[in-house]
């Protein structure tokens, strides 16, 4: 597996890339702000690119948006974000593109070192990770869900599918079915889970992380 650092803080970006290369993951790239993020997937082509939000020059959402650029120009590069602090929206934003392969950890809870390694696996081989408080804060709004274990066999198959990035036309083929019967499974499941159609929320991301939660 081959990864690209990106936060402006040159000791932990060392840090990160020592603990790296001990496990066999090569750091092809350290990097301190978005546009050299950019031209540093460009030149190495990573599996995964392992970014914080915050970097220069205004240390708001420079990270975050450097890797929605790296989705959108190259989609086979995971991505996973690193923040010290709870960027709920940006997190909405890079969830919610297709495919699979993203994350997004919080710096101060990563203290269980395997934990994080798995879960930069997890994210370069196409998997979700996320924040257990990320998901309570997305998921903290009233509903009338009654959870995931109202879900039918079916319906987590599903979901399941859902939360590893696939559509519901790779859905379809996965378990044979017609895209018209996963439509109406992936309603069936918004309905379940309390997920109203509003403008300024994204379903289909919610519903996963409530899959994740569970």
């Given at each position: 597996?081959?990864?690209v650092?990106a936060?402006?803080?040159v000791?932990l970006?060392?840090?990160?890339?020592?603990l790296?290369?001990?496990?066999g993951i090569?750091v092809?790239?350290?990097?301190?702000?978005?546009?050299?993020l950019l031209?540093a997937?460009a030149?190495?082509?990573p599996?995964?690119?392992?970014?914080?939000?915050r970097?220069p020059?205004?240390?708001t959402?420079e990270?975050v948006r450097?890797?929605?650029?790296?989705?959108r120009?190259?989609?086979?590069?995971?991505?996973?974000l690193?923040s010290?602090?709870?960027e709920h929206?940006e997190a909405?934003?890079l969830?919610?593109?297709?495919g699979?392969g993203?994350?997004?950890?919080?710096?101060?809870?990563i203290t269980d070192?395997?934990?994080?390694l798995?879960d930069v696996?997890?994210?370069?081989?196409?998997g979700?990770?996320?924040?257990?408080?990320?998901?309570?804060?997305l998921?903290?709004?009233?509903?009338v869900?009654?959870g995931?274990?109202a879900?039918?066999p079916r319906e987590?198959?599903?979901?399941?599918?859902?939360?590893?990035g696939?559509?519901?036309r790779?859905?379809s083929?996965e378990l044979?079915?017609?895209?018209?019967?996963?439509?109406?499974h992936?309603r069936?499941?918004f309905v379940k889970?309390?997920?109203a159609d509003?403008?300024?929320t994204?379903r289909?991301?919610?519903a996963?992380?409530t899959?994740l939660a569970d």
């Open positions: 597996m081959r990864a650092l936060d402006d803080s000791l970006r060392s840090g990160l890339a020592l790296l290369q001990q496990q090569t092809v790239a350290e990097v301190g702000d978005g546009e050299q031209a997937v030149e190495h082509q599996d995964v690119a392992i970014v914080d939000i970097m020059p205004s240390f959402v990270g450097a890797a929605l650029a790296v989705r120009r190259y989609p086979g590069v995971a991505v996973l690193l010290q602090h709870l929206r909405l934003a969830l919610q593109q297709p699979g993203v994350g997004y950890l919080l710096k101060d809870r070192v395997a934990g994080f798995r696996r997890r994210v370069a081989a196409s979700t990770a996320i924040d257990p408080i990320v998901v309570d804060r998921l903290r709004r009233p509903r869900s009654v995931v274990g879900l039918s987590r198959e599903i979901l399941a599918r859902m939360a590893a696939r559509a519901n790779g859905i083929a044979h079915l017609s895209e018209r019967t996963v439509e109406t992936v069936s499941i889970l309390g997920l509003e403008p300024d994204h289909r991301v919610l996963v992380l899959f």
